[in-house]
């Protein structure tokens, strides 16, 4: 989404509110947000995606739409609509503002700074080993302090919703559709942090065909992963038998969304994930399942979030 950067998505977050009564989702869209311009492309309709079963069928969609003068949320009762669907409307949203919605939901929608924080220089070289044959676990290092997202910022589309909505366990994913014609096109994908960076990068078409996807249509793209990640593993020696963990792996990394327990306290980690909040090192956590072993980014968390509604900081 280099070219329209409103309907980029970049991340996404679940994880439990102070009080352990409530379940924050927040979705990052539009990764180049500019002072006076729209922060939501008005051709599109961004949806937070809340599965309640492994089919993706029973649940929630949140969607958002530019309306020019204010941002419309919206509810579908269903996970997993058709492209394009909106549901009915909760109320309309100002930027910058909280908005108190029907059923006990908190919603905000704005410019704010990109929470975010990843060592992009080192995984670009990782990426160069990898295309020569080979892996330097110092790469990390070498590249530490370098956070290319430090001073941007995002739109989060963040809401609070009451767990009493939920049930006991959830499956989230987002999702960006635009007008095609007198039809819909979904363009943009996000669940689990760096997945298509990591997995497909070579491939544009396979990226766009990911975006393209849902959870319950993902199995084709297994074989990519598993070799990614077999490939990453091989290099890295990590493993007595890449392969075989690279298909684990694929396995347990598709459908790629974010699993979490409802009420509990959220941790994306690499042995049992269970939501992700804003302090996570998603770049860490991704890394050791792709390379094998415990990696870190070697980089510092700059803090760009709070404890309390909306977890943002407004930019």
């Given at each position: 989404?280099?070219?329209?950067?409103?309907?980029?998505?970049?991340?996404?977050?679940?994880?439990?509110?102070?009080?352990?009564?409530?379940?924050?989702?927040?979705?990052?869209?539009?990764?180049?947000?500019?002072?006076?311009?729209?922060?939501?492309?008005?051709?599109?309709?961004?949806?937070?995606?809340?599965?309640?079963d492994d089919s993706f069928k029973a649940g929630l969609t949140w969607n958002f739409v530019n309306q020019g003068d204010h941002i419309a949320c919206l509810q579908m009762d269903e996970?997993?609509?058709?492209?394009?669907?909106?549901?009915?409307?909760?109320?309309?949203?100002?930027?910058?503002?909280?908005?108190?919605?029907?059923?006990?939901?908190?919603?905000?929608?704005?410019?704010?700074?990109?929470?975010?924080?990843?060592?992009?220089?080192?995984?670009?070289?990782?990426?160069?080993?990898?295309?020569?044959?080979?892996?330097?676990?110092?790469?990390?290092?070498?590249?530490?302090?370098?956070?290319?997202?430090?001073?941007?910022?995002?739109?989060?589309?963040?809401?609070?919703?009451?767990?009493?909505?939920?049930?006991?366990?959830?499956?989230?994913?987002?999702?960006?559709?635009?007008?095609?014609?007198?039809?819909?096109?979904?363009?943009?994908?996000?669940?689990?942090?760096?997945?298509?960076?990591?997995?497909?990068?070579?491939?544009?078409?396979?990226?766009?065909?990911?975006?393209?996807?849902?959870?319950?249509?993902?199995?084709?793209?297994?074989?990519?992963?598993?070799?990614?990640?077999?490939?990453?593993?091989?290099?890295?020696?990590?493993?007595?038998?890449?392969?075989?963990?690279?298909?684990?792996?694929?396995?347990?990394?598709?459908?790629?969304?974010?699993?979490?327990?409802?009420?509990?306290?959220?941790?994306?980690?690499?042995?049992?994930?269970?939501?992700?909040?804003?302090?996570?090192?998603?770049?860490?956590?991704?890394?050791?399942?792709?390379?094998?072993?415990?990696?870190?980014?070697?980089?510092?968390?700059?803090?760009?979030?709070?404890?309390?509604?909306?977890?943002?900081?407004?930019?």
């Amino acid at each position: 989404m280099r070219s329209n950067p409103k309907l980029g998505l970049t991340d996404l977050y679940v994880f439990n509110a102070p009080g352990n009564a409530s379940t924050v989702f927040i979705l990052d869209a539009n990764f180049l947000p500019k002072p006076g311009e729209d922060l939501l492309d008005r051709a599109a309709v961004y949806n937070i995606h809340c599965a309640t079963d492994d089919s993706f069928k029973a649940g929630l969609t949140w969607n958002f739409v530019n309306q020019g003068d204010h941002i419309a949320c919206l509810q579908m009762d269903e996970a997993n609509g058709a492209v394009g669907a909106k549901g009915r409307e909760l109320g309309r949203l100002t930027p910058g503002k909280e908005a108190k919605l029907p059923g006990g939901i908190r919603a905000w929608v704005g410019r704010a700074k990109d929470p975010f924080f990843g060592n992009s220089p080192g995984l670009g070289a990782f990426r160069a080993q990898l295309a020569q044959g080979k892996y330097d676990p110092e790469v990390w290092a070498k590249a530490s302090g370098t956070n290319i997202f430090l001073g941007r910022t995002c739109c989060p589309l963040v809401l609070e919703v009451p767990n009493a909505m939920l049930g006991k366990k959830v499956s989230a994913f987002g999702t960006v559709a635009v007008k095609d014609g007198s039809g819909w096109k979904q363009v943009q994908y996000m669940g689990k942090p760096l997945m298509a960076h990591s997995m497909l990068f070579e491939d544009e078409d396979l990226k766009a065909a990911f975006d393209a996807s849902r959870p319950d249509k993902q199995k084709e793209f297994h074989n990519f992963f598993s070799a990614r990640i077999a490939r990453s593993a091989h290099f890295a020696a990590s493993r007595p038998d890449p392969f075989a963990y690279g298909d684990e792996m694929a396995s347990r990394l598709l459908p790629d969304v974010i699993r979490y327990e409802v009420g509990t306290e959220a941790a994306f980690v690499a042995a049992n994930p269970n939501g992700r909040k804003l302090s996570d090192d998603g770049m860490s956590t991704s890394l050791t399942w792709l390379i094998g072993k415990p990696t870190s980014q070697h980089l510092k968390d700059p803090v760009n979030y709070t404890g309390t509604f909306p977890f943002v900081i407004p930019a």
